[in-house]
């Protein structure tokens, strides 16, 4: 594990801390000695000031990187320079320049390389991506996504990152680029790539930051469907945080509730010829024949990093694909990369 300035290290650390006994994590790299220190205290392994002495380990199969947004590109080549397969958090660079190097490099090395985008682990998403695939839906018209924040502060997040992820070049931006990393993952995933964004972006509510609270963002999809993102840093509701997103195709509504205490699933259709059915569903969600080991205790709004890592400890043992990929964050940073562009000249522009 290459760095804790981001909360995430803490949930996928303890993740695989609740693996079985052939998955350890064997070295901790933070340049704060306290927080590394406390790391190892909770999840094992050894500490190292510099996370260079930590890549020249020769027992080390799967490097995890949670450094501020502005240093993951340094950290990444380091680590393919070392040989190691690697995961990096999202977003994957803050410019498409570092971004197209970081991919270039994982694949010249033929190295595995995954990136953090946990909502596609969300069991309601995994669901959706399977009935707008099987053409539930029939052809997809419109999308419509919010995901936000109450602030990285407001949510408990401690001072640290709160610091870095608030400030314009170490975090490359506000809640667009935060919170709309995970949902333009999502509607590419679940939608389609992306061929145009028109942004606008503004701070209504937290004068202190450098960086926007608040964006909206209009996207025309490459096979002609248009849709919508708002982002927010700003919001107010129960946990804290909200995730949801609606699809309207010429045979169905699906509407998607992720990050919550109650996440949920609705579909509308008024049936096919073999299915008379109509009206809305709430889908049952079968669990999976394994879930995750001690899944239930986690809250329902972070058992997705625990499912996330799961399958990436899984894939690699199998040495099966992984669902998400240095490949798909690259096309994240171009659309947010655009959004950015569109803001500050006021057009659309193509992705």
């Not at 924040?149 to 640290?160: R, T």
């Not at 625990?306 to 992984?322: C, M, W």
Request: aromatic share 8%; proline share 4%.
């Amino acid at each position: 594990m290459i760095s804790y300035d981001h909360v995430h290290a803490e949930f996928r650390s303890r993740a695989l801390a609740e693996m079985p006994n052939d998955v350890c994590l064997v070295a901790v790299a933070e340049p704060d000695e306290e927080r590394g220190n406390a790391a190892v205290q909770k999840f094992g392994g050894t500490y190292y000031k510099d996370y260079r002495e930590l890549l020249r380990r020769d027992d080390i199969d799967l490097v995890f990187i949670h450094s501020a947004n502005n240093t993951h590109k340094e950290i990444v080549l380091d680590t393919v320079a070392a040989g190691k397969d690697l995961f990096c958090e999202k977003p994957l660079a803050n410019t498409v320049v570092d971004a197209e190097e970081m991919v270039e490099a994982v694949h010249r090395q033929g190295l595995r390389h995954a990136v953090g985008f946990c909502s596609r682990f969300i069991p309601e998403a995994e669901r959706a991506k399977e009935m707008i695939s099987a053409g539930v839906l029939g052809k997809l018209l419109s999308a419509k996504a919010l995901i936000g924040l109450a602030g990285i502060k407001e949510i408990g997040c401690p001072d640290y990152m709160a610091e870095w992820m608030a400030d314009p070049i170490r975090g490359g931006g506000g809640a667009l680029i935060d919170e709309g990393a995970h949902a333009f993952d999502l509607l590419h995933w679940l939608v389609g790539d992306i061929k145009s964004v028109s942004c606008t972006t503004a701070n209504l509510n937290k004068p202190d930051l450098q960086v926007e609270d608040n964006a909206t963002t209009l996207i025309e999809f490459k096979n002609g469907a248009l849709g919508s993102l708002s982002t927010l840093w700003s919001l107010n509701i129960d946990i804290g945080m909200r995730n949801v997103l609606e699809f309207y195709g010429t045979a169905g509504t699906l509407f998607l509730e992720l990050t919550s205490k109650n996440p949920k699933i609705s579909l509308y259709t008024e049936g096919a010829p073999e299915t008379p059915q109509s009206g809305w569903f709430d889908p049952y969600l079968k669990p999976a024949k394994t879930e995750p080991h001690d899944y239930l205790s986690w809250p329902t709004h972070s058992r997705h990093y625990k499912r996330e890592v799961t399958h990436l400890i899984d894939a690699y043992k199998k040495g099966e694909p992984f669902r998400s990929t240095f490949d798909d964050g690259l096309k994240v940073v171009r659309v947010t990369e655009a959004a950015y562009r569109s803001a500050k000249e006021r057009r659309f522009v193509d992705v």
